[in-house]
């Protein structure tokens, strides 16, 4: 059975930092574009950051430029999401997903193009 699973979300303060990890089960993600993406509440789902297949030229979301790392691990199973300095308004249950698509990092992001897998969600909270 295919599926991601997210870890290491909860509630942090502003300011603080949080690693959001996402597991591959069944499959690897080598040659995998993936991303992350998240959803505010009463908000529609945005791509937060991405990088398409090859691994290079990660794309992010003007918001968390500078603040927010994407990555993989050597073993290609697990994608990765540094976030620092975060702020009330990164407050969001954040998804992972992958999928086998040659478009852009960007293309990932903005338009969720060929995301074939999703992880059910993870909530993180920014609150002092």
């Known amino acids: 059975q295919l599926q991601l699973v997210e870890s290491g979300g909860g509630l942090v303060q502003p300011g603080g930092s949080l690693r959001l990890a996402c597991a591959a089960s069944?499959?690897?993600?080598?040659?995998?574009?993936i991303g992350w993406f998240r959803q505010a509440p009463g908000k529609e789902r945005e791509g937060v950051s991405c990088i398409n297949n090859r691994g290079d030229s990660p794309y992010y979301a003007d918001s968390v430029k500078g603040r927010f790392t994407i990555s993989r691990d050597d073993a290609k199973t697990t994608m990765y999401l540094d976030m620092n300095s975060l702020k009330p308004d990164d407050t969001a249950v954040y998804y992972c997903a992958a999928g086998r698509t040659i478009v852009t990092s960007q293309r990932v992001c903005v338009w969720e193009f060929g995301m074939d897998y999703w992880g059910k969600g993870i909530l993180v909270t920014v609150s002092s």
């Open positions: 069944g499959f690897s993600l080598e040659y995998y574009a």
